[in-house]
Every structure is written in structure tokens, then in C-alpha cells.
């Protein structure tokens, strides 16, 4: 849920944990319980990290609670759109909307503090996606995720879902060691999902770029769905809820 457009994602995964906690003590993987595979092991699931966003893609700036929020959704709109540069109508913009309610995409807005380096997106103000914000000043949900990946002590891995293209990013800029830890974590999640791995190059700037880069975590970015565009279709839910479910006990159990 790091992008609003992505939203059939956060269903998906929410029916993963229901399926975990309903068969804690029942054999369902590889002949273990869900109690047994994560007897060492604990995961951290933050079902939906863009909830302005994705309210924006579902209802558009009527589905926000705040009007002064709204209002600045609309005024960004209104921008591209005067400015001619706009190929939609404002429906649609407000449907294939990814970032936040700033017009900060979340994925793009991550500091990398050590190594500084800086994923040039194209886009420079707020829009309805790629416009990385200012990374030195994060967005609150972007603050939020590195707070909660600061205070693990020992994370193993770091699972970044989003939509489209039933594939596994996996190969940035990490270091070689890194890019045989990420490789082996995207053929465990491949083996579960089917999901094809690309070879280029993928470092965009991401949550998934700033753990493996900055934080040393194999980490890799999973694209659910195979549609043409996102929104998916609602259709689309039940075979990417089957697809993801096994996923996080596959690398716990590895």
C-alpha cells in the first residue's frame, strides 16, 4: 500500500495473516505449523502505508476527511492540468493516483544518509506520482517505516509489494554479497509465486533500494498482477491473495 493505485495489495496481504493466525497449529507448509516456522522468527507487516493515497485512487479527493487536503490534491491537479500537460481527464488522474495526499510519492522519497545517492525522478512538484518530496525533510509515512526498520535488531529481509507485473525486482546498487542475499530471497518468493526475475538493473530510489543499500537488509521489490494498468481489477484479488500467501513463511522457513 506504499502506492494508492496499488491498492487490491493490502487485502491480499491482510488475507495472509487471517490465514496464519486461523492455522497457527495446523501443518500447512512443508509439514510445519505457522506457530513452528516463526517459533525464531518475527514478521512485521505494515498492511497499508498510503491510506490518503489510496483513498485517492478509489473515491478521489471526496474519499479524504480532511477539505484543506483535499483542496490541495485538487490544486495539484489543476496544475498539470493547465499547464497542458496532462494526456487524462481528472477522473482518471485521480484513479491512477500513487503518491501520498501531498503529492509526495512515498517510493521516491527515501534519503540515502551514507552513501548519497539520489534517484533523479523527472518530476520536481508535487504530482500524482514520481515527485520524490524533500528527502532530507521525509513524509510522515515514509519517517514511520524507517523508525520501525531502525529498532529491529536482526532483520533478515525486507518484502517491498506493489502492482503490476508478476515479477521480482532484486539486482540495485547494493554490493555483491548484497546482490547474492537479495537474488536468494527473490528465487524463495519466486518459488512460491511464480514470478519471473528481471536481471537490470532496478535501483529507483525505494523503500526496497534504502534497506539494502543503506541498511545492508536483502530486500526485494515483488509486482503482483499481470493487467495492463493499475487500478487492477477487483477480479484480480483472489489469485494475488493465493499467489502471496505462503510468501512470508517460504522465507522464514528458509
Not at 531502525?150 to 547494493?174: M, R
Not at 512460491?192 to 530486500?219: C, H, Q
Amino acid at each position: 500500500g506504499i502506492h494508492g493505485a496499488e491498492y487490491l495489495n493490502p487485502p491480499a496481504v491482510m488475507q495472509a495473516i487471517e490465514y496464519y493466525l486461523r492455522n497457527y497449529d495446523t501443518p500447512v507448509y512443508k509439514g510445519r505449523t505457522v506457530g513452528e516456522i516463526l517459533a525464531d522468527t518475527d514478521l512485521y507487516i505494515i498492511p497499508m502505508l498510503n491510506p490518503d493515497g489510496i483513498a485517492i485512487s478509489q473515491f478521489g479527493p471526496d474519499g479524504l476527511n480532511d477539505p484543506a487536503m483535499a483542496a490541495r490534491v485538487r490544486g495539484i491537479y489543476a496544475y498539470w492540468a493547465d499547464g497542458g500537460e496532462l494526456t487524462m481527464d481528472e477522473e482518471t488522474y485521480y484513479r491512477v493516483w500513487k503518491a501520498n495526499a501531498n503529492g509526495v510519492d512515498l517510493n521516491r522519497n527515501y534519503l540515502f544518509e551514507t552513501t548519497r545517492l539520489v534517484y533523479d525522478t523527472g518530476v520536481y512538484r508535487p504530482a500524482e506520482s514520481e515527485f520524490a518530496g524533500k528527502r532530507a525533510v521525509p513524509e510522515a509515512e515514509t519517517a514511520a517505516y524507517k523508525t520501525l526498520v531502525n529498532g529491529l535488531s536482526d532483520p533478515i529481509a525486507a518484502i517491498s509489494i506493489h502492482s503490476q507485473g508478476n515479477l521480482i525486482y532484486w539486482n540495485g546498487l547494493q554490493s555483491e554479497e548484497g546482490k547474492a542475499a537479495a537474488r536468494a530471497l527473490a528465487l524463495t518468493i519466486a518459488g512460491i509465486t511464480g514470478y519471473r526475475l528481471p536481471t537490470e538493473n532496478s535501483f529507483v530510489g525505494a523503500s526496497a533500494d534504502w534497506a539494502m543499500i543503506e541498511k545492508g537488509i536483502p530486500a526485494v521489490t515483488v509486482e503482483t498482477g499481470g493487467g495492463a494498468h493499475n487500478p487492477l481489477p477487483a477480479k484480480d484479488l483472489p489469485g494475488i491473495a493465493a499467489r502471496l500467501r505462503d510468501v512470508f513463511l517460504a522465507v522464514a522457513y528458509e
